[in-house]
């Protein structure tokens, strides 16, 4: 992503954004772990920790609520961003 990746008028653009390339470690890779990033003072500890997606499934009426990350990685309390947790 580039710092004008976004129109402007989408209310993406805020002061407290930033941009980088995090460097996977295999790009264009097929496993998962191919897109462990390199560069981790871009992306660790930046994230936003979820409290809960909400389900209106009448079968199923509990919150998601993320706990590990897409390799089965436990999520810490600040959480880094991506699928990766680094």
């Given at each position: 992503m580039q710092a004008n990746s976004w129109?402007?008028?989408?209310?993406?653009?805020l002061p407290e954004n930033f941009t980088g390339d995090p460097q996977f470690q295999h790009p264009g890779g097929v496993q998962p772990g191919d897109y462990t990033p390199i560069h981790l003072d871009k992306i660790k500890s930046k994230?936003?920790?979820?409290?809960?997606?909400?389900?209106?499934?009448?079968?199923?009426?509990?919150?998601l609520v993320p706990e590990k990350d897409i390799l089965g990685k436990q999520l810490p309390a600040q959480p880094g961003i991506g699928a990766i947790e680094p």
């Open positions: 129109p402007s008028g989408m209310g993406t653009i994230g936003v920790k979820l409290s809960g997606l909400p389900v209106r499934w009448a079968d199923f009426p509990h919150a």
